[in-house]
Nanobody
Framework: QVQLVQSGGCSVQAGGSLSLSCAASGYTYSNYYMAWFRQAPGKEREEVAR???????AYADSVKDRFTVSLDNAKTTLYLQMNSLKPEDTAIYYC?????????????????????WGQGTKVTVSS
């Protein structure tokens, strides 16, 4: 059973940086998409970044060049480094994992196709 346990986050002023961590267990790295999502008050959950051993790393346009997703060498901890934070980055951030994979250049999994989720971490960016 895949388990994802998050840590990190809290509050920061605009322009600052934060790092989120997600400890993963019960999974095989090469078989899973790993991703970060966020949900702001009154808004739908959106994908922030994703990575997979067989495909390119991808970022939402709103965070490109500011956020970096990575895995540690043991492939057991997923990170999200967030730089140049803006008030609109305020949200609850979730890590997630899925075995869904569309071969041959198919689409990335939709949020509903992620079956494993962390508990969520609140990030608040003040202006």
């Amino acid at each position: 059973q895949v388990q994802l346990v998050q840590s990190g986050g809290c509050s920061v002023q605009a322009g600052g940086s934060l790092s989120l961590s997600c400890a993963a267990s019960g999974y095989t790295y090469s078989n899973y998409y790993m991703a970060w999502f966020r949900q702001a008050p009154g808004k739908e959950r959106e994908e922030v970044a994703r990575l997979h051993s067989k495909g390119p790393t991808a970022y939402a346009d709103s965070v490109k060049d500011r956020f970096t997703v990575s895995l540690d060498n043991a492939k057991t901890t997923l990170y999200l480094q967030m730089n140049s934070l803006k008030p609109e980055d305020t949200a609850i951030y979730y890590c997630a994992a899925t075995r869904v994979w569309y071969a041959g250049g198919g689409p990335a999994p939709s949020p509903n196709e992620y079956g494993y989720w962390g508990q969520g971490t609140k990030v608040t960016v003040s202006s």
